[in-house]
C-alpha cells in the first residue's frame, strides 16, 4: 500500500540521511576487515578473494557514477564501497608494519 511513501519520508531529514550513510560506512568497513580477517588467516584463495573484491569495488564505481541522478540508495552503496575500500586498506597498512 504506502509503504514506499514511508520509507522515503523515513530518509527526508538530513541527519537521519546522514547516520544511515555512517552506518553504510562503517559497515563496508567491518566487512572488509571479516573477509580480509577470514582469508588471511586461512590463507586459502586469498588471490581470488582479492580479484572479486576489487572487480565488485569497482563495479559499484561504475554504477555510481554513470547515473544521471544519484538516488539515496545508490549514495548508501557507495558508501559501503568507501568504507570496504579503506578497511582493505587499513589491513594492508596492518599487514605492512
Given at each position: 500500500s504506502n509503504h514506499p511513501r514511508a520509507l522515503k519520508g523515513?530518509?527526508?531529514?538530513?541527519?537521519r540521511r546522514a547516520l544511515f550513510g555512517g552506518i553504510a560506512l562503517l559497515g563496508g568497513?567491518?566487512?572488509?576487515?571479516?573477509?580480509?580477517?577470514?582469508?588471511g588467516a586461512l590463507g586459502v584463495?586469498?588471490?581470488?578473494?582479492a580479484v572479486v573484491c576489487v572487480l565488485l569495488a569497482e563495479y559499484?564505481?561504475?554504477?555510481?557514477?554513470s547515473r544521471p541522478k544519484v538516488t539515496f540508495?545508490?549514495?548508501?552503496l557507495n558508501n559501503?564501497?568507501?568504507g570496504f575500500t579503506y578497511g582493505l586498506f587499513i589491513d594492508a597498512f596492518k599487514l605492512a608494519s
Open positions: 523515513l530518509f527526508r531529514s538530513r541527519s568497513f567491518y566487512v572488509a576487515q571479516t573477509i580480509s580477517l577470514s582469508f584463495n586469498d588471490v581470488i578473494a559499484v564505481t561504475k554504477f555510481y557514477y540508495p545508490i549514495a548508501l559501503f564501497k568507501m
